[in-house]
């Protein structure tokens, strides 16, 4: 996606937003796909922000994701599942905070 309009940026982020629930899922139901459920938050966390705009907040969101990531290799499902979910939750009240622009 190209541009910085506030359209634009929403949609990223809800784009975003929709592959960090398939992460938290994949916690929940531990299976083959997880792994792939996972890398796919990931790619799409790792693409830049339409116009750079939402680059400092994705940084924070991305720090959350890998050490989620790394509390789920150690085995601590309850760390690992509170990271995730503050991340979504960043991720909506970022969704309404530009919506109220």
Known sequence: ???GTTGVRVAHLLR???YLE????ALW?????TESLL???RASLNEKSPGGKDEPFLEEVRALFEEAVSYRKKE???AAMARLRVAQDMISLRIIELCGE
């Open 1 to 3: 996606m190209s541009g």
């Open 16 to 18: 975003v937003g929709g």
């Open 22 to 25: 398939g992460a938290i899922a």
């Open 29 to 33: 139901m531990p299976n083959r796909r």
């Open 39 to 41: 890398a796919m938050a």
């Open 76 to 78: 601590d499902f309850a």
